[in-house]
């Protein structure tokens, strides 16, 4: 029986990260996850704040990524919008459709740093960073330039099929390959690029 969290807070050091992500990952379906670290490193989990102090995570293919504050959100989209623009240019894609892809991945934190590994505003696991020759996936410019140069090679592997190419960003390209290209029948990878979609449009409407 896969392990469940109730509504009461858990406290976790630091050192048990790896059965926090375990609990997580397995015991959670549609509550929101807060976070929140004290000052001796103990580390909480809730689905009920009871201060400002926790941090959103949002559940991802790749793992359980920090949300940052809505705040945050609205200053780094300003911020980072001139290195979209620039990646978009550079490599003929639709600057609102990479501002949907880092809307969905990332919510606009370049420190993100999912379970799994993948970091940044694209998130980018070492081995896609390695192969787009991104050397700091901290950095917004490379991250977005990495990611992007990524997004753009697998529209062209699927034949300018948007969808296919977002599942693959999402899910890995072989394994859309081994479902006959197709999207996966995986829940998680068939939201992620309904939302994108979705978020796609609103960006190409200036409603976001």
């Not at 609990?23 to 580390?43: D, F």
């Not at 941090?55 to 359980?64: E, F, M, N, Y």
């Not at 977002?166 to 072989?174: K, M, R, S, V, W």
């Amino acid at each position: 029986m896969a392990p469940t969290i109730s509504k009461s807070i858990f406290a976790f050091s630091a050192t048990l990260s790896i059965i926090v992500s375990f609990v997580l990952g397995h015991g959670i379906a549609h509550a929101e996850i807060y976070k929140h670290t004290n000052k001796q490193g103990l580390i909480s989990f809730t689905d009920r704040p009871v201060h400002n102090g926790y941090i959103k995570l949002q559940k991802t293919w790749k793992g359980w990524v920090e949300l940052t504050t809505t705040g945050n959100y609205r200053r780094n989209k300003e911020r980072f919008k001139p290195y979209i623009s620039s990646a978009a240019r550079r490599y003929t894609l639709s600057p609102d459709l990479i501002s949907a892809v880092i809307h969905t991945e990332s919510y606009y934190n370049p420190t993100a740093i999912s379970r799994a590994g993948a970091v940044g505003l694209m998130q980018l696991m070492p081995a896609t960073a390695q192969r787009y020759d991104v050397y700091n996936r901290k950095n917004p410019q490379q991250n977005i330039d990495g990611g992007v140069r990524y997004l753009k090679d697998l529209i062209k592997m699927f034949d300018n099929d948007i969808k296919l190419a977002l599942a693959a960003y999402n899910a890995g390209e072989n394994t859309v390959k081994r479902y006959g290209y197709k999207i996966p029948p995986y829940p998680e990878t068939q939201k992620y690029v309904t939302k994108v979609l979705r978020l796609y449009k609103q960006y190409e409407t200036d409603q976001i």
